[in-house]
């Protein structure tokens, strides 16, 4: 019996995550650990144990930031947020700024959903880079990212090189499934999007 190489997933919540966003890694990585070749596994991670959503829902996270070895991890997932329910003072803080620096070092994929690319770009690891993020509201988030060195690409998703970015929820599972596809080939992400009705 062939011995399969485990691909691990740290899916980095800031208070205030939009849900929709964190939900696509963890049903996408899912399915792939039980229909499809079963090498992915996912972990959640937050500053603090226990993390309020946008709109208040509150999850237990598996890790808290000290708990983590960057090691044991092969992608980094980031959902985006809102300002409403605080997002940006989790996601600014140097201890998620310094998780997503650590993955990018490392040369690992960071795949983010819309707001999410705001953290990325404060971080320092996408200036000069090519991003792209929440394109509404007369693109202040876009402003703001190419106020951040950021090379602002009008399209729903990025990638460039290790890191995806994507401008609103409506590019979630898309981002999911390329992020599924990186970590294991096209053949089984089709298989998984077959299996999930895309």
Do not use: H
């Not at 691909?7 to 792939?32: M, P, Q, R, Y």
């Not at 090498?39 to 226990?50: A, D, H, I, Y």
């Not at 999410?116 to 993020?133: F, M, N, Y």
């Amino acid at each position: 019996m062939r011995r399969i190489n485990m691909k691990k997933v740290l899916l980095l919540l800031a208070n205030g995550f939009e849900t929709l966003e964190a939900s696509v890694f963890i049903d996408v990585i899912g399915w792939n650990y039980i229909d499809g070749d079963k090498s992915t596994q996912l972990f959640t991670c937050g500053r603090t144990k226990e993390i309020n959503s946008t709109f208040n829902q509150k999850i237990i996270v598996d890790y808290t930031f000290n708990e983590i070895n960057i090691d044991d991890y092969d992608a980094l997932a980031i959902p985006g947020g809102f300002i409403e329910y605080d997002f940006y003072d989790d996601a600014y803080n140097e201890e998620f700024l310094e998780i997503i620096r650590e993955f990018d070092r490392n040369g690992k994929i960071i795949a983010s959903i819309c707001v999410a690319a705001l953290p990325i770009a404060k971080s320092g690891v996408l200036k000069g880079r090519k991003g792209t993020t929440y394109n509404k509201k007369d693109g202040i988030r876009q402003k703001q990212l190419k106020d951040f060195g950021v090379e602002v690409v009008n399209q729903p998703i990025v990638i460039d090189r290790n890191i995806i970015t994507s401008w609103n929820p409506s590019t979630a599972m898309e981002v999911a499934f390329i992020l599924l596809e990186k970590l294991t080939d096209k053949e089984n992400k089709q298989k998984i999007m077959e299996l999930m009705g895309y």
